[in-house]
């Protein structure tokens, strides 16, 4: 079992930016691929970055926008969040799952889930 904690999540305003963390406790951290997704109100959880096997995806959503990054030493996970829309107000939840490559881009393949933290950006 591993246990994830995000953080960072807060009110900025639009063009701004939030850098996001991960914290993972339990097993192994490196033995996981790890993905951080997001969820608005009415719509179905969608995958926004993963990393897996030293390959990195993003949504096209937030290509160029958005960076993940991943420290093996502190078993954390980073979202960088630049030029921030409305439209990236949800809540962002960080996922592990099992090795792929490139990283899986669907819920389902991760088994391990944080609690969430809200990103809201105003217009």
């Known amino acids: 079992q591993v246990q994830l904690v995000e953080s960072g999540g807060g009110l900025v305003q639009a063009g701004g930016s939030l850098s996001l963390s991960c914290l993972a406790s339990?097993?192994?951290?490196?033995?996981?691929?790890m993905a951080w997704f997001r969820q608005a109100p009415g719509k179905e959880r969608e995958f926004v970055a993963g990393?897996?096997?030293?390959?990195?995806t993003y949504a096209d959503s937030v290509k160029g926008r958005f960076t993940i990054n991943r420290d093996n030493e502190s078993n954390t996970v980073s979202l960088q969040m630049n030029s921030l829309k409305p439209e990236d107000t949800a809540v962002y939840y960080c996922?592990?799952?099992?090795?792929?490559?490139?990283?899986?881009?669907?819920?389902?393949?991760?088994?391990?889930w944080g609690q969430g933290t809200q990103v809201t950006v105003s217009s």
């Open positions: 990393w897996s096997i030293s390959r990195v």
């Open positions: 996922a592990a799952g099992r090795y792929s490559s490139p990283p899986e881009v669907t819920p389902r393949e991760y088994d391990y």
């Open positions: 339990g097993r192994d951290f490196r033995n996981y691929a």
